[in-house]
């Protein structure tokens, strides 16, 4: 994989001397970002502010009191995972995120399976959070067009992603403010209102469609209620994106994906809580269209949640924005490694003087995340929903494997998770019980067998070049 057909291509820059497995790459990218900035960018592209809103008010409609523990559950496994993360970061500080890390510590046909994941999933991911926009400046700026905002939200986003790496910190750190501030808000509201005791959290408790009152949440779809919240808390390994522009890589990264994962967690699980104990009605808020908008509006009135819709509204705009400068930076790597025919791989391997940024991979993404948007919602979410799932496999896996394989390297790093190997491999057991609940539900099947495909797709790739 790292050399092409026809030998080494004399225009590539600074090709790799060494299997794309071992090498290290430094100094074609700027090292100006340190735990903070990597940790503002990586946040960004969670975007706690618009999981809340969006997945958390889906998952208050559908499990009720049911989130809270279904949340608690999923970010001790959200944590489990970033242990797995922080330490192959440690040991491989390079850029490409998820293809990076699995390349090197469970080979290369691994790696590329995951790397045709992560290749179709980022653009698609960009179109959906982009399509979500419109929704939200909808409150100040009425009949904006769902499809065109997202195409104008995309262009803007991927121009502004071709700064430089210390910029985007800036920029994105910036909106991030403001969204945490939304959080905090919704936070105050529930506490400063509780309306009934913590215990009645200790019951999970969903809206019985039939009868509109409150029924016990069967066990099953509590189950359902984890995968939700494992997807809500997604993003803190996309600080692996920027290991090659983060100064002590080895430890740095480590941290961040910590830091992000821990901030994630509660920055989501302690407003929906709060919303649980606030609102005057459970019935009410779990039977409303949008239960958190419903819940700011009663608590907070008209006027001040059109100005927190509005920030939820740039709060994705900064993800779309984080989103693709992690896009930029998976092509730019897989390119780089020559995992691509020596012809596309030139070009995207090339990294602006100017900004230190791979300008042309991340365009090339963001043309990809244009594209997407003009494709169904509802087959975007098809596309991707089963898709984190796999990745994270993939990712347990490797932390497994890596300290056999690699035991030099992972000595000297500068992070090794606790209780190893108990954490990735919680993390198999809990993935297995998700798949096996997907398959019980038939809303599952054709989500999973996209995200099969993704894989099988990567591995007859590999086999074939």
């Not at 225009?11 to 900035?37: H, I, M």
């Not at 926009?133 to 009425?142: E, K, M």
């Not at 500068?414 to 190893?420: A, F, S, T």
């Amino acid at each position: 994989m790292n050399e092409s057909p026809n030998g080494p291509d004399p225009t590539a820059a600074a090709p790799p001397s060494r299997s794309p497995v071992t090498a290290a790459y430094d100094g074609e990218l700027t090292r100006s970002l340190g735990v903070g900035g990597n940790v503002l960018i990586t946040l960004s592209s969670i975007s706690p502010a618009s999981s809340v809103f969006i997945l958390g008010g889906a998952a208050l409609a559908l499990f009720g009191t049911g989130v809270f523990w279904a949340f608690l559950i999923a970010g001790v496994v959200s944590i489990l995972v970033a242990f797995c993360y922080a330490e192959l970061a440690a040991a491989h500080p390079v850029a490409g995120g998820d293809y990076s890390l699995v390349s090197r510590a469970l080979g290369p046909a691994a790696g590329v399976a995951v790397f045709v994941i992560s290749l179709v999933s980022l653009p698609l991911i960009i179109a959906v959070f982009a399509l979500g926009v419109a929704d939200y400046l909808g409150v100040v700026v009425a009949g904006l067009s769902t499809v065109h905002t997202a195409i104008v939200v995309v262009a803007l986003t991927t121009v502004v992603a071709c700064f430089n790496i210390r910029a985007n910190a800036w920029v994105t750190g910036v909106f991030l403010v403001v969204e945490m501030a939304a959080l905090v808000l919704l936070t105050a509201l529930g506490l400063l209102h509780v309306e009934r005791p913590v215990s009645s959290l200790f019951t999970p408790q969903a809206l019985d469609a039939g009868s509109g009152s409150l029924a016990p949440l069967a066990l099953a779809g509590l189950m359902v209620a984890v995968t939700q919240g494992i997807f809500a808390y997604n993003g803190y390994g996309g600080a692996v994106y920027f290991a090659e522009e983060t100064r002590n890589a080895s430890r740095a990264v480590a941290k961040a994906v910590i830091w992000s994962a821990a901030v994630t967690v509660l920055s989501e699980i302690i407003p929906l809580t709060a919303i649980i104990l606030g609102a005057s009605s459970l019935a009410g808020l779990f039977g409303a269209e949008l239960p958190v908008e419903s819940f700011l509006s009663e608590r907070a009135g008209q006027a001040i949640s059109l100005i927190v819709l509005l920030a939820i509204a740039f709060a994705i705009i900064n993800a779309v924005i984080a989103i693709t400068l992690q896009a930029g930076r998976l092509l730019y790597s897989a390119a780089r490694d020559r995992a691509l025919p020596d012809a596309v791989a030139t070009p995207l391997r090339r990294v602006s003087r100017a900004s230190r940024v791979p300008v042309v991979a991340t365009a090339v993404m963001g043309v990809l995340a244009l594209v997407a948007c003009l494709v169904p919602l509802d087959v975007l979410l098809t596309a991707t929903g089963s898709t984190l799932s796999f990745s994270y496999l993939f990712i347990a896996l490797a932390a497994l494997a890596h300290r056999r394989s690699d035991r030099h390297r992972t000595d000297r790093a500068g992070y090794r998770m606790p209780w190893w190997p108990l954490p990735p491999l919680l993390v198999v057991v809990a993935l297995l019980v998700v798949f096996v609940v997907s398959l019980a539900d038939p809303t599952q099947h054709l989500s999973l067998a996209v995200a099969s495909g993704f894989v099988v797709l990567g591995f007859a790739y590999y086999l074939g070049y």
